[in-house]
């Protein structure tokens, strides 16, 4: 079966839910302005389409300025190989299908940024800043989701443990008894005498 959250209660696994999506949301609106901001330029060129041209463009400048680029192309969208699954909140999530997910809907919000960002003045579409998007969530991913998740697991079988041991060594309450029981034995009425009907009636006398 498989669980959900981080281990602990239901509202802690909840506020680690709602934290996530807040920091997700952040995040986004931070790159989302960063990457809609008009900039002044002398001249914009056109629409960089073929994969892996600005990488060779940026690679003749020198190794610094290259560094510098492709830097600023994994950075942006890095956080969010960590936080797409923490807003997820699925803890025992398959490692493939939790990568294929992350990497697929950092994708999609990179090529929406791209497109939008190609009729902003001064912005231009680049096929190759949304593959190294994509690398930077993948590395980010690889490198923190599985083994935080490990120790998560860990973590909430320990705590199953030490609760399953806890309610073995504690001692059984005592049987209550029965009501009848409780109560002690019903007390006894003695029974009194009844005179004959010969000594009752007056004239029966001799």
């Given at each position: 079966m498989q669980r959900h959250g981080y281990g602990g209660t239901a509202a802690l696994r909840h506020r680690y839910r709602v934290a996530g999506c807040v920091l997700l949301a952040a995040h986004l609106v931070v790159v989302g302005w960063l990457a809609m901001r008009p900039l002044t330029v002398p001249w914009v060129s056109?629409?960089?389409?073929?994969?892996?041209a600005t990488l060779r463009a940026d690679l003749a400048l020198g190794p610094w300025e290259a560094t510098r680029a492709?830097?600023?192309?994994?950075?942006?969208f890095a956080p969010l190989g960590v936080l797409l699954p923490w807003a997820g909140g699925r803890l025992d999530?398959?490692?493939l299908g939790s990568l294929?997910?992350?990497?697929?809907t950092s994708a999609?919000?990179?090529?929406?940024?791209q497109v939008v960002r190609g009729g902003v003045v001064g912005q231009v579409?680049?096929?190759d800043a949304l593959l190294l998007n994509v690398?930077?969530?993948?590395?980010?991913?690889?490198?923190?989701v599985p083994a935080a998740r490990a120790r998560l697991r860990r973590r909430d079988h320990r705590d199953e443990r030490t609760a399953t041991g806890r309610s073995a060594a504690r001692p059984p309450?005592?049987?209550l008894r029965e009501e009848g029981a409780s109560q002690g034995p019903t007390p006894t009425i003695p029974r009194v005498g009844v005179a004959p009907w010969s000594d009752a009636l007056p004239g029966a006398r001799s």
């Open positions: 056109a629409a960089h389409l073929e994969p892996f492709i830097v600023k192309g994994l950075l942006p999530a398959s490692p294929a997910r992350t990497v697929f999609m919000l990179s090529l929406v940024l579409l680049d096929l690398t930077g969530v993948t590395v980010t991913h690889l490198a923190v309450l005592p049987l």
